[in-house]
């Protein structure tokens, strides 16, 4: 095996930039074959990369996967940190983290259904998925949390129940949405995820048309209108 710095990078430019390019390749054929049918030699070939310089980066499947997969994740806890801007009311800020989460589950639906498939056999890819589930939930259970102080949210529900569930509607319509490609309008998914998540924690819920809505609004337009992607479903004919 090639040389690597004590952080399993390698020491030089190039090193870096084919190590990416291995990365790259390998999150393509991970996403249009799942994990077990993925051959070393498959990403290689898709890299335009010898075989045997594989093994100067990666000692493995595993390792190449555990590198795409931490990418993924770190979209996807990007998403879940994102704040609405500040002086937003509750349900706008309801509607920004679930327009936030559809938008990076969109861009990352096919290799996050390769790691949801193979999260029950291997610990370290259900220990990375659970992680990127529990950060949005987290978002969800200290929001609510703080809305309850407030006087806001219902103080008779139990929060980490609901911010489990609350979370796993949002992931489970996003799975239907960009993996299976069910018709859908973005403002009407988006709106109604937010009407169910605020009445479901005792908001007060602002429909659209009100002065709450014109930021949410805004913010669709520029990030949650479906992209031309390959392989997902956005949902306009």
């Not at 291997?122 to 929001?143: A, K």
């Not at 018709?183 to 709450?212: C, F, K, M, N, Q």
Request: net charge neutral.
């Amino acid at each position: 095996m090639g040389r690597r710095t004590p952080t399993g990078r390698p020491p030089t430019e190039r090193g870096r930039r084919t190590r990416g390019v291995l990365v790259h390749a390998a999150r393509e054929v991970f996403e249009e074959r799942g994990f077990e049918e993925t051959r070393v030699a498959l990403i290689t070939g898709r890299a335009g990369i010898a075989y045997g310089s594989f093994y100067t980066y990666f000692d493995s499947k595993d390792e190449v996967f555990h590198e795409v997969a931490k990418g993924v994740a770190g979209q996807m806890f990007d998403a879940a940190r994102s704040a609405a801007p500040p002086g937003t009311d509750p349900v706008e800020r309801i509607r920004h983290a679930t327009g936030r989460f559809l938008a990076a589950y969109r861009d990352n639906a096919r290799i996050m259904q390769v790691i949801e498939q193979i999260s029950p056999r291997h610990p370290v890819f259900r220990t990375l998925f659970l992680e990127i589930r529990g950060l949005f939930v987290e978002r969800i259970s200290s929001g609510t949390r703080r809305l309850q102080q407030e006087g806001l949210a219902s103080a008779d529900i139990d929060v980490e129940t609901t911010a489990s569930m609350l979370g796993g509607m949002v992931e489970h319509t996003a799975r239907v949405l960009f993996l299976y490609g069910e018709e859908h309008d973005p403002d009407v998914v988006v709106e109604t995820a937010t009407r169910l998540w605020a009445r479901g924690i005792g908001l007060e819920y602002a429909p659209p048309g009100s002065a709450a809505h014109t930021g949410a609004e805004r913010w669709e337009d520029e990030h949650l209108r479906p992209r031309n992607r390959s392989g997902a479903g956005d949902g306009r004919s």
